[in-house]
């Protein structure tokens, strides 16, 4: 069963730059569908970007043109890079890894805090 390791929150002041990393603990899992998820407190789980099969990447408007999803299929470890945060991106955020059509591989959360 492949564990999913998130890294990479912290706080930071608007305006500044975080980068996660989502990485699958097998060599031999290839990540052909991935997504990027957060939750504030008291709010519903959101999309925040997709990666679907065929390589079609698809951001939510809130972060459009700030942040970038890429994966790396030798570190298996998937990436969100995130610029001109704002306080409104503050939130616990997740990682989905998929090989396999319908299996959903979570990572465990991680804290993105923007201070204003």
């Known amino acids: 069963q492949v564990q999913i390791v998130e890294s990479g929150g912290g706080l930071v002041q608007a305006g500044g730059s975080l980068r996660l990393s989502c990485k699958a603990s097998?060599?031999?899992?290839?990540?052909?569908?991935a997504g990027w998820y957060r939750q504030a407190p008291g709010k519903q789980r959101e999309v925040v970007a997709t990666l679907s099969r065929g390589n079609r990447m698809d951001y939510d408007d809130a972060v459009k043109g700030r942040f970038t999803m890429s994966k790396n299929n030798v570190s298996k470890t998937l990436y969100l890079q995130m610029n001109n945060l704002k306080p409104d991106d503050t939130a616990v955020y997740y990682c989905?890894?998929?090989?396999?059509?319908?299996?959903?591989?979570w990572g465990q959360g991680i804290q993105v805090t923007v201070a204003s």
């Open positions: 989905r890894l998929n090989q396999y059509p319908g299996v959903d591989n």
């Open positions: 097998l060599k031999s899992f290839s990540i052909n569908a």
